[in-house]
């Protein structure tokens, strides 16, 4: 008969952003642990809120499972002597797998010891498969108490583990398990029992604790919507914001407040970032989409005395939002190029110059790729422009109190001083994505001086010697180059990382041509390493066949379409075949050149015919990125590669003819590999 299984870390309250990897965590560990000790279960459920973390496991077995084993032992001539007799071989062998030596087996010249273990009591594993489940937790950071070694996130207050209505006994830091959990800290009256493990979440919420948070997340959501509407707007929920309110609050009542009008005179960011980033509150929008003059919180308790909660809120939010007038009151003394000047004094990096520097070069690199990618006058004008003052709202007093603001009040300023409205639109995306899963850049020049950011920003901390290694990043590099990856896809744009990558070492007087080659090559890999990210849904040997060459990063992940499609199909395999065939050979080649006076056999003769005609078609074809119509063209070449190699020796006696033909097969495995390196392609 099976029996549910409960387990209650009761804490102090664990910081929002790391409750959810530690619920992930607790289940996986769970069962695991159970699989490990071959204890049979249904289902296993974490849940949790601020103050406790817990395990259900449904329909546990009451014992483990048996296990027989046959394991070897030595041979039969080592395992008895001549009288028969088990030697001390077969002895030692015998006394280490628990049986009698007269059991032995002889099986196949050896002897076997036929093993059966009795499952033990699930209730007697638990005592320690318990605590190693809360022992074995990990986090970013401990926290020790009193004077015990024991280390946790959060001080441990109460432990509650029972199987079905039988505790399992067990202490960790001075803390015993039992039955009894704790309530709400205001609502309740305080330790409360539970009766058994199927009872606990109708016994938390009879205390005033929601403790599942997918019930929780549901019920913050409506109420959030509910108060909106009945005040006349919508909320704007976002979902990180939702899931740190989730592990804030044990039992959620939303409700609303209210701000002055005046302070929607500020540019909207400059109101919902105290209020959202800041107090955790939600904004409220009319119909319009505009900012309406309201609030809403979720406190951690019920309806009593919301008014009171309300005016506290609001006396919060009014002191952040006079804090925001007043800086931006400040700021709005000088122009955004006025700004500009005091950049001249914040450092970029260490031995990379100031800020005022970094826009410098931003507008010569920005000119340069809107140069390389046929960009018109206007986006020319508009990215310089752009790229000339991005950065002059980081010394702005709204961006030094609110960081999360730069480029976005950048963007207000600019409007304000009557710059161009695609210019200011280029100052607030050319920092995006700002994170995973954020907005690319979506203009023109947004999207050039993004580039140039990024790049200038690569190639600099690189010169320093700062490549990310391991999980250290400290400049954010990998999501800078996973950003720039993604929208040049996005974007659809032909551009040669090499060559940008060399103009950003000319901006920053990198000379030396070792210096140089080495920049080239780590910013390459990089970018490949960042590739292999976006094409995760992509086959992994059809990745490597077109990562050799990254100089395009668009074109990369055409080619790798192409190719996915490609090796799924029916004519892959001999196609394949003999590109790689070519391919083998062409190693030995020293030098791709081509005599054709030097070709005597007409496989050599029709093989080069064609390669001329595909060479001249595949041109064309990957200038227009249609790799599709190149796979089809070298195609072509697949039979006279193989005709070549059954009636053509390659390696001829004569020097020249044999270099001639290798220097043939070299042109064709280097006219392949526009497309691909298809020797890395599993068939």
């Not at 009008?261 to 959202?276: C, F, S």
């Not at 009557?418 to 995973?436: L, N, S, T, W």
Request: proline fraction near 3%; glycine fraction near 6%.
């Amino acid at each position: 008969m099976s029996k549910d299984l409960l387990l209650e870390i009761g804490t102090e309250e664990v910081p929002a952003h790391v409750m959810p990897g530690i619920l992930a965590q607790l289940k996986e560990n769970a069962e695991k642990a159970f699989k490990e000790n071959r204890i049979a279960f249904g289902s296993v459920r974490t849940i949790g809120t601020p103050r406790r973390t817990a395990l259900i496991v449904k329909d546990l077995a009451e014992k483990q499972e048996d296990v027989s084993s046959e394991n070897r032992g030595p041979s039969v001539q080592i395992a008895f002597d001549a009288d028969g007799n088990p030697s001390k071989a077969a002895q030692g062998f015998a006394r280490g797998q628990g049986v009698d030596p007269k059991d032995l087996v002889e099986k196949d010249g050896y002897v076997y010891a036929m093993v059966h273990e009795e499952g033990k009591a699930t209730a007697e594993l638990l005592q320690d498969l318990l605590k190693d489940l809360i022992c074995g937790l990990s986090f970013p950071n401990n926290m020790r108490w009193a004077d015990l070694d024991f280390k946790f996130i959060r001080p441990l207050r109460w432990i509650v583990a029972l199987l079905d209505d039988e505790v399992i006994p067990f202490e960790i830091a001075e803390v015993k398990s039992g039955r009894t959990s704790r309530g709400h800290r205001f609502l309740s009256q305080g330790d409360f029992e539970i009766a058994n493990a199927d009872s606990y979440e109708k016994a938390c919420e009879e205390n005033f604790i929601l403790v599942d948070q997918d019930k929780r997340k549901a019920v913050i959501r409506e109420q959030i919507e509910e108060v909106a509407k009945a005040n006349g707007g919508t909320a704007e929920i976002t979902e990180d914001l939702l899931e740190e309110v989730l592990y804030l609050v044990e039992y959620p009542t939303a409700l609303c407040g209210k701000f002055e009008d005046k302070y929607l005179k500020l540019p909207a960011e400059a109101v919902i970032t105290p209020m959202r980033d800041h107090q955790r509150y939600f904004p409220v929008k009319a119909a319009d989409g505009s900012l309406m003059p309201l609030f809403i919180t979720v406190r951690n308790g019920g309806k009593e005395h919301l008014e009171t909660v309300q005016h506290g809120n609001e006396r919060v939010l009014r002191a952040r939002l006079e804090d925001a007038q007043f800086f931006f009151d400040e700021d709005r003394k000088k122009s955004l190029e006025e700004h500009r000047e005091k950049l001249k004094t914040v450092v970029f990096q260490q031995g990379l110059g100031t800020m005022y520097e970094k826009s410098e070069r931003l507008m010569e690199l920005a000119e340069f790729i809107a140069d390389e990618l046929g960009a018109d006058e206007k986006v020319h004008k508009h990215a310089k422009r752009a790229a000339e003052l991005c950065k002059a709202d980081l010394v702005t007093g709204m961006v030094q109190e609110f960081t999360e603001l730069q480029g976005i009040m950048g963007r207000e300023y600019a409007k304000l001083d009557g710059e161009c409205e695609k210019v200011a639109i280029a100052i607030d995306e050319h920092y995006m994505p700002r994170f995973a899963g954020d907005n690319q850049p979506q203009s023109e020049a947004g999207r050039i001086v993004s580039v140039a950011d990024k790049i200038d920003t690569i190639v600099g901390t690189f010169s320093r010697g700062k490549i990310p290694t391991g999980s250290q990043d400290p400049f954010a590099l990998r999501r800078q180059a996973l950003g720039l990856v993604n929208m040049m896809i996005e974007a659809k744009y032909t551009l040669s990382l090499s060559k940008v990558v060399a103009k950003a070492m000319d901006l920053y007087q990198i000379t030396d041509e070792a210096a140089r080659t080495k920049m080239q090559q780590d910013v390459a890999d990089f970018m490949r390493l960042r590739l292999k990210n976006v094409l995760e849904d992509v086959r992994y040997d059809v990745v490597d066949a077109v990562l050799e060459n990254v100089d395009d990063l668009y074109a990369v992940s055409l080619r790798a379409e192409a190719v996915a499609k490609f090796v799924a199909s029916d004519a892959a395999t001999a196609n394949i075949q003999a590109f790689v065939r070519a391919a083998n050979l062409a190693k030995k080649a020293d030098a791709a050149a081509i005599n054709e006076a030097l070709f005597n056999t007409d496989e050599e003769k029709s093989l080069y015919q064609v390669y001329t005609a595909t060479a001249s078609s595949v041109d064309s074809l990957v200038a227009g990125h249609d790799y599709d119509g190149a796979i089809d063209a070298l195609t072509e070449l697949s039979a006279p590669i193989d005709a070549f190699f059954d009636g053509v020796m390659v390696m001829d006696k004569d020097e020249k003819i044999k270099n001639n033909r290798l220097g043939l097969l070299k042109s064709i495995d280097a006219l392949v590999n526009r497309v691909a390196d298809f020797s890395k392609v599993v068939l």
